[in-house]
């Protein structure tokens, strides 16, 4: 089956701590991920994507297909990164029915 | 504001009635998706069209629900006989195809209340 997982409903820091968001994943061939934020009254929108391996607002990803995991990771936490956090999947077909977790609040306190 | 368009913001219906939502993507976008996400959940794959195709519709769309785009441009979603179960925020995203890493947008959404 095609499932993402994202094991915490809330991740709750302190400005300037490491964050990581964890996302795992259950498929069977060689999928694309993506992370997508939701700020406070904005809507959903891509931050980043795997084969793109790009650095977003400081953000980092990497798919480790050993452990089926895309975890997303930020150094230093900023309070504007406050959001709503989803990893998503594409599974193979040429267009975006993505498969998204149910998603991570996180909260960075001053 | 030039991103994805989608009307009403909020509905609020009795069970039974028949509600319609409008989507109106990016002009020059030809693909349209319709999702779906409940409290706590993630967004839900609906359905798809590439310019006024229908190419693919979840099983999560039962027979009460029907999508158009009709002219490859605007969607409407219709759900008739309305359940409470269908209380849900209601997504439409467009999309570009042909392009190097074809990108995803969102509209705000239609929050569905069926009492």
């Known amino acids: 089956a095609q499932r993402v997982t994202q094991p915490e409903k809330l991740l709750s820091v302190f400005k300037g701590a490491p964050v990581e968001l964890k996302c795992n994943y259950s498929y069977s061939g060689s999928p694309e991920l993506f992370w997508y934020v939701q700020y406070s009254r904005q809507r959903l929108q891509l931050l980043l994507r795997h084969i793109s391996r790009e650095s977003i607002k400081g953000f980092t990803a990497d798919l480790n297909k050993g452990e089926t995991s895309f975890h997303l990771k930020k150094p230093f936490a900023q309070e504007e990164d406050s959001a709503m956090y989803y990893c998503a999947l594409l599974p193979s077909g040429g267009y975006n029915k993505l498969i998204f977790g149910a998603g991570t609040r996180l909260a960075v306190h001053p | 504001d030039t991103g994805v368009s989608q009307n009403p913001r909020h509905k609020i219906t009795k069970r039974g009635q028949n509600v319609t939502f409008r989507c109106d993507p990016i002009s020059e976008h030809n693909r349209l998706y319709w999702y779906r996400q409940t409290l706590g959940q993630g967004p839900e794959f609906l359905t798809y069209f590439q310019n006024e195709a229908q190419l693919e519709k979840s099983r999560l769309l039962s027979d009460r629900f029907s999508a158009e785009r009709p002219k490859g441009s605007f969607s409407t979603l219709e759900i008739q006989r309305t359940e409470q179960g269908d209380s849900a925020m209601y997504l439409c995203?467009?999309?570009?195809?042909?392009?190097?890493?074809?990108?995803?947008?969102f509209g705000s959404g239609t929050q569905l209340s069926v009492l």
């Open positions: 995203a467009s999309s570009l195809a042909g392009q190097l890493n074809e990108k995803l947008f």
